[in-house]
């Protein structure tokens, strides 16, 4: 057996694609390729590195023999259909330095999702599950640098439920937020709360909002400022408490009942300011 047809063999028995493999060495799809259908050779630290993936020796590779040493469980030929672990720890190699990678993968299945799929690394490593944590994660729970689910937790995130520097949801909770609902330093949604908050209900230092806007410095149709009021119907508190009966009368009167549920809350928001 050639050393591409056991490279082969081993990526195959361990359900791994050409370009995941890949990933893991730190080499393109395309050479994956080359050297299982012999047409290239690893180099020597890749086959060191293919040894330590897939448990074997190097001996086993380089000779032309089928027995195989390996570290973990037996050798198995990709006819066979090998079980799949669990969770594995790992030192890999990407452009020879050494990188350790952790993966677990519940057995419990939910529909075609496991139950919880973990997959962390040095690198863009990509999880999904229910609930799935890594690098890029999209699951029902997400949690990664980039995650995207219906509750998701990242440094950039979209979910229903989102909470992130760069939060993009439904109810979006971040730095920057942007949602329906959203609060953050910087917030852009239909009902908005932040430092500078955009939207049609807004509430913060700086407020814009088309329907109402409370804050430092207000905007809108329905204006209410301690400092500075811009609209159709301001009020300028001058760090007094508003007028909040007024108020709730220039809201009932001015702002249509197609935003019923947010006007309510609205008159909530007044009060609290």
């Known amino acids: ?20 493999f890949g990933e893991r060495l730190g080499v393109s799809r395309q050479s994956v390729s080359k050297w299982e259908t012999d047409q290239s050779v690893p180099e020597l630290d890749k086959i060191v590195a293919i040894s330590e993936i897939f448990g074997v020796s190097t001996d086993y590779l380089l000779k032309e023999t089928e027995e195989a040493y390996r570290e973990k469980e037996p050798y198995r030929t990709k006819t066979e259909n090998p079980p799949r672990e669990d969770a594995y720890f790992r030192v890999e190699y990407h452009g020879g330095r050494r990188r350790i990678h952790y993966e677990y993968k519940s057995k419990r299945m939910i529909g075609n999702l496991p139950l919880v799929h973990v997959n962390l690394g040095v690198g863009l490593y990509k999880a999904k599950g229910v609930i799935a944590v890594g690098a890029v994660a999209q699951g029902g729970l997400a949690i990664g640098l980039a995650a995207m689910g219906g509750l998701s937790i990242g440094i950039v995130s979209l979910g229903l439920l989102s909470i992130a520097t760069f939060a993009f949801g439904l109810i979006a909770f971040g730095s920057l937020a942007v949602g329906v609902i959203s609060m953050g330093a910087i917030s852009f949604g239909i009902f908005s709360l932040g430092a500078v ?12 909002g088309a329907q109402v806007a409370v804050g430092d410095v207000a905007s809108g149709n329905i204006a209410l400022g301690y400092s500075r009021a811009v609209g159709a119907y301001t009020e300028v508190s001058n760090r007094n408490p508003f007028d909040y009966e007024n108020a709730c009368r220039l809201i009932d009167e001015h702002v249509s009942s197609n935003w019923l549920f947010f006007r309510t809350w609205a008159k909530w928001m007044v009060k609290i300011f």
């Open 1 to 20: 057996m050639t050393l591409g047809e056991k490279i082969y063999r081993l990526r195959a028995g361990e359900g791994l694609s050409q370009e995941t």
């Open 197 to 208: 908050a955009v939207g049609q209900f807004a509430f913060g230092a700086s407020a814009h």
